[in-house]
């Protein structure tokens, strides 16, 4: 694997630690800025939403500029912001800057993908994929708990200081690793654009000399996104994911108020979930790329059965612990899976594809905290999200068992199809 892609996993780690860290950091923030803890809650859902809509708009406008500028740009503008927010005494500007910031990641996350496939060899997709969401798992074993003890120690704002001073690396490592490559549509190493073909072939369309034709480009992806058994995939991405961010986010909850674990415990159990995270990622990245569909099934089948397993065992510590890490190993492993999938079934579509990947999986990331919420609300429990979780890894199942039985009748089965895809 390319150097490079390991320091596209660099910054992937410090904008992962700025996505999680707020939750340690609600509390000193709605003091220091007076306002209430909701509102200062809201600033992660703001940046949730940055992610949703900013991951395809600055996948499309990221395809007119070279893939190191596009990354240099947003890792430029995620610095600033942060260094914005680490002074600013409005709550106003802080709630605009996660916003930005968001934007800023879901671009730069979209335009990584693009580039870190391109710089592996053409069947290590799963591989590239795994270092990159590396970075995010390790955000949150290291750099989440880490952020928590800076607000301790120094307050919030140090914690925006310390993210603003882990990028000045990343962007140096990009501006020296990243080849300067082609436009965003392009494939920087072997020149081929968009839609698979040569950019020669297509009279310089894709890659030509004037800015002007770059929209012809985000066309041409657009249209390979349309493909009903890739946007199966992104489905089935919302589900899983949004099954993995509902247990997550009322973690703390139900390990303190059913398993009896003392709060105290709380940062050594999310860098649990984020070690199983990490484990999976890895395993991923091993197995992906030459048997995507067994992982996926069994890994599914898996899933469901732990969430069933934890909502029955939580308030026993021993399992309760063990399944956090279990948990967290088989998420990240379908997860990303399923997310390396995606760019093997979109080949047409390499920028793009990556952006659509983010927004989906940020999709579930913001439906399952608020479908575990709706439960909890409902009076069902700090059980309720784990039964929630189980559903819609069931539901992801479902729909991909439908997609099979549709795609075999006339041609085989859409979505495997994708997964093999690499074999063609």
């Known amino acids: 694997m390319p150097f490079a892609v390991y320091l596209l996993g660099l910054a992937v780690f410090a904008q992962g630690t700025s996505e999680f860290m707020l939750s340690g950091l609600v509390p000193g923030i709605a003091r220091d800025l007076n306002v209430s803890i909701p509102a200062a809650g809201l600033l992660t859902s703001a940046f949730a939403a940055g992610m949703v809509v900013g991951a395809p708009l600055m996948a499309v406008l990221s395809l007119r500029l070279s893939r190191r500028f596009a990354l240099l740009a947003f890792l430029v503008v995620f610095l600033l912001v942060h260094v914005l927010g680490a002074v600013t005494t409005s709550y106003e500007v802080l709630l605009g800057t996660r916003v930005v910031a968001a934007l800023a990641n879901a671009g730069f996350l979209a335009v990584a993908m693009a580039t ?47 993210v603003a001073l882990a990028l000045v690396p990343a962007i140096v490592a990009v501006l020296k690793s990243v080849p300067a490559g082609a436009p965003g549509g392009a494939d920087a190493a072997s020149g081929n654009d968009a839609s698979g073909g040569t950019g020669s072939r297509n009279g310089g369309r894709v890659g030509g000399r004037g800015a002007g034709r770059l929209p012809g480009r985000a066309r041409v992806e657009a249209r390979a996104l349309r493909r009903p058994r890739l946007l199966v995939l992104l489905l089935l991405g919302a589900l899983v994911n949004g099954a993995t961010f509902c247990t997550f986010t009322y973690l703390a909850p139900l390990l303190t108020e059913v398993t009896g674990i003392g709060s105290a415990w709380m940062p050594g159990m999310l860098a649990l979930f ?45 399992p309760a612990v063990a399944l956090v890490f279990v948990q967290g190993t088989l998420s990240f492993a379908v997860g990303s899976t ?38 909890i609300g409902a009076g069902l429990g700090f059980r ?18 439908g997609a099979h039985l549709i795609g075999s009748r006339p041609k085989g089965n859409p979505v495997e199809a994708d997964l093999s895809h690499r074999a063609q």
């Open 116 to 162: 870190a496939v391109g710089l592996a060899p053409p069947d290590a997709k799963g591989r590239a994929t795994s270092v990159l969401l590396g970075g995010v798992t390790v955000a949150c074993v290291a750099g989440v708990p880490g952020g928590a003890l800076l607000g301790e120690l120094w307050g919030w704002r140090s914690a925006f200081w310390a």
């Open 274 to 318: 984020g070690l199983g995270s990490f484990a999976g990622v890895t395993i991923s990245g091993r197995i992906a790329d030459r048997r995507p569909l067994p992982l996926l099934v069994i890994g599914g089948v898996a899933l469901v059965a732990g969430w069933a397993a934890f909502a029955v065992a939580a308030g026993a510590p021993v």
């Open 338 to 375: 399923l997310i390396s999938q995606v760019l093997y079934a979109a080949t047409g579509a390499p920028t793009l594809a990556g952006g659509f990947a983010t927004a989906a999986f940020n999709v579930g990331a913001a439906l399952g905290p608020w479908l575990g919420g709706v439960a």
């Open 384 to 401: 309720s999200p784990l039964w929630v979780s189980a559903a819609l890894v069931g539901l992801a199942l479902a729909v991909a068992g």
